[in-house]
């Protein structure tokens, strides 16, 4: 199993970034998918988890209103895509697969695969 992540860069305050998270030897349909966000020193953070087979999908607080999950088919990629960014999101984002789906978990230890992570970096 692999999942790559992708489309992070460089944004202004309140500008918009798409993150794309493929996974080869798996399919997100049977799957919890979630995106984590890590600052330097600090552990992973959860920012967003989806399970596809009932659409059941989990927000943190901080990227509640502002960030949302889809994707375009049954199978993958998986879009992140994130507006009205702040200096605060600036992080180095993950996207991760629990392979158990009875709880979309918002923590790091339920996930059982992880992408490489992709830096997304917003100026003030």
């Known amino acids: 199993v692999q999942l790559q992540a992708s489309g992070g860069g460089l944004v202004q305050t309140g500008g918009s970034l798409r993150l794309s998270c493929a996974a080869s030897?798996?399919?997100?349909?049977?799957?919890?998918m979630g995106w984590f966000r890590q600052y330097p020193g600090k552990g992973r953070e959860f920012v967003a988890a989806?399970?596809?087979?009932?659409?059941?999908?989990v927000y943190a607080d901080s990227v509640k209103g502002r960030f949302t999950l889809s994707r375009d088919n049954a199978e993958n990629p998986v879009y992140l895509q994130m507006n009205s960014l702040k200096p605060e999101d600036t992080a180095v984002y993950y996207c991760?697969?629990?392979?158990?789906?009875?709880?979309?978990?918002?923590?790091?230890?339920?996930?059982?695969?992880w992408g490489q992570g992709t830096q997304v970096t917003v100026s003030s």
């Open positions: 991760a697969v629990d392979l158990s789906i009875r709880v979309v978990s918002t923590k790091a230890s339920a996930y059982d695969y």
């Open positions: 989806v399970r596809w087979s009932d659409g059941r999908t």
């Open positions: 030897g798996l399919s997100f349909s049977n799957n919890v």
